[in-house]
């Protein structure tokens, strides 16, 4: 019997070090767990689930039992999981303003919010959850770091290469911050430009704004070429991918009209495009007038057979906004316009007639 009885409490005594590998989620409510996390020193981690999400109980059946998970997240955090749609969950889904799932919070023991993973489940263990939340926790350490001030080389070597593969939009700020007192020459070395060619998409930034202010000294450093397709490239990239959305199309157009100046190739009909989608879209029916303008003189001022279809593309939904008289004149000059350009583009625009013509 005494066997027996020590056979039984060595299974007991195993199957718990086994359950003790994983991660060590306590029954606690938030209240407690954010009182123990000020008691022992170490943040708040919560799971927010659903019953319902599917990668939420994956992550409770294969990933948290991980023993990589435990050796982690029990040395590091107070680990809590809450339903956010049921008890003190739909509060704490409010205030942190969860609405994907799962979603891991990192808080500070005073319940304030020390960063988050949204969405943050993995698929197969091969993806190295724990590492995934490391590299959040790291991000958050160091833009601490940088908000207190440092500026050193070696930190911000190491942050921005840091912020290339995991916010661009924190890089974007950094790197107009910090690089904007460089100076064009210095801006121009290898290093600085690849940096700005490569990551700075966003046109408003300081940085971004000092190449457009400046391009005439940057092209005696690097050739008019480069400093024309990162400056080209990036007002079409914002088009194309804001065009639907609230865009500052005036404001554009103003320095599309400076880079016609000085023959930036495709500034014009990317001008017209802009000009097209803010009076269409808008249904500024007093300017159908400026797109008839632009028809009549298309030929002349683009002869590039793709940008003046880009151009043309742009008139989607034009018969909603002009009245049957401006659209039998857009017709007269969108024929005009096809009579010399290749077959397949005279078809979409013969498409684009026929269209005006159902109305």
């Given at each position: 019997?005494?066997?027996?009885?020590?056979?039984?409490?060595?299974?007991?005594?195993?199957?718990?070090?086994?359950?003790?590998?994983?991660?060590?989620?306590?029954?606690?409510?938030?209240?407690?767990?954010?009182?123990?996390?000020?008691?022992?020193?170490?943040?708040?981690?919560?799971?927010?689930?659903?019953?319902?999400?599917?990668?939420?109980?994956?992550?409770?059946?294969?990933?948290?039992?991980?023993?990589?998970?435990?050796?982690?997240?029990?040395?590091?955090?107070?680990?809590?999981?809450?339903?956010?749609?049921?008890?003190?969950?739909?509060?704490?889904?409010?205030?942190?303003?969860?609405?994907?799932?799962?979603?891991?919070?990192?808080?500070?023991?005073?319940?304030?919010?020390?960063?988050?993973?949204?969405?943050?489940?993995?698929?197969?263990?091969?993806?190295?959850?724990?590492?995934?939340?490391?590299?959040?926790?790291?991000?958050?350490?160091?833009?601490?770091?940088?908000?207190?001030?440092?500026?050193?080389?070696?930190?911000?070597?190491?942050?921005?290469?840091?912020?290339?593969?995991?916010?661009?939009?924190?890089?974007?700020?950094?790197?107009?911050?910090?690089?904007?007192?460089?100076?064009?020459?210095?801006?121009?070395?290898?290093?600085?430009?690849?940096?700005?060619?490569?990551?700075?998409?966003?046109?408003?930034?300081?940085?971004?704004?000092?190449?457009?202010?400046?391009?005439?000294?940057?092209?005696?450093?690097?050739?008019?070429?480069?400093?024309?397709?990162?400056?080209?490239?990036?007002?079409?990239?914002?088009?194309?991918?804001?065009?639907?959305?609230?865009?500052?199309?005036?404001?554009?157009?103003?320095?599309?009209?400076?880079?016609?100046?000085?023959?930036?190739?495709?500034?014009?009909?990317?001008?017209?495009?802009?000009?097209?989608?803010?009076?269409?879209n808008n249904k500024q029916t007093k300017r159908v007038g400026e797109i008839l303008k632009v028809l009549q003189n298309l030929p002349k001022q683009i002869q590039n057979e793709q940008e003046l279809m880009n151009v043309l593309q742009e008139l989607q939904n034009f018969e909603?906004?002009?009245?049957?008289?401006?659209?039998?004149?857009?017709?007269?000059?969108?024929?005009?316009?096809?009579?010399?350009?290749?077959?397949?583009?005279?078809?979409?625009?013969?498409?684009?007639?026929?269209?005006?013509?159902?109305?």
């Amino acid at each position: 019997m005494k066997f027996i009885y020590l056979i039984s409490l060595l299974i007991c005594l195993t199957g718990n070090c086994i359950a003790q590998e994983g991660t060590n989620f306590e029954d606690l409510t938030f209240k407690e767990a954010l009182a123990k996390s000020k008691q022992t020193g170490k943040k708040l981690f919560i799971d927010c689930h659903t019953k319902t999400c599917g990668p939420c109980k994956y992550m409770v059946k294969f990933i948290f039992p991980l023993k990589e998970c435990g050796e982690y997240f029990n040395s590091n955090y107070i680990c809590i999981m809450k339903d956010m749609q049921e008890g003190e969950g739909i509060d704490i889904a409010k205030k942190y303003n969860v609405k994907m799932y799962p979603t891991y919070l990192i808080l500070n023991h005073d319940g304030s919010l020390y960063c988050r993973l949204d969405g943050g489940a993995v698929s197969k263990p091969e993806d190295d959850f724990v590492q995934k939340v490391k590299n959040v926790v790291k991000l958050t350490e160091m833009k601490l770091q940088y908000e207190k001030g440092d500026r050193s080389d070696a930190f911000l070597k190491e942050y921005i290469a840091f912020l290339q593969t995991r916010d661009k939009k924190q890089l974007q700020e950094v790197l107009s911050e910090t690089m904007l007192s460089l100076g064009v020459n210095r801006l121009c070395k290898p290093e600085n430009w690849n940096l700005i060619k490569n990551e700075i998409g966003n046109i408003d930034l300081p940085l971004f704004r000092y190449l457009v202010n400046n391009r005439k000294a940057f092209s005696r450093q690097l050739g008019q070429e480069k400093v024309e397709d990162k400056i080209m490239n990036t007002y079409s990239n914002e088009f194309r991918m804001m065009k639907m959305m609230d865009m500052d199309f005036d404001s554009r157009m103003q320095d599309l009209k400076q880079f016609e100046k000085d023959n930036y190739k495709g500034a014009r009909s990317l001008r017209y495009c802009m000009l097209f989608r803010q009076i269409i879209n808008n249904k500024q029916t007093k300017r159908v007038g400026e797109i008839l303008k632009v028809l009549q003189n298309l030929p002349k001022q683009i002869q590039n057979e793709q940008e003046l279809m880009n151009v043309l593309q742009e008139l989607q939904n034009f018969e909603r906004t002009a009245t049957p008289a401006q659209q039998k004149e857009a017709c007269f000059y969108l024929q005009e316009i096809a009579k010399n350009l290749q077959p397949e583009n005279s078809s979409r625009i013969n498409n684009i007639i026929a269209r005006f013509s159902k109305e």
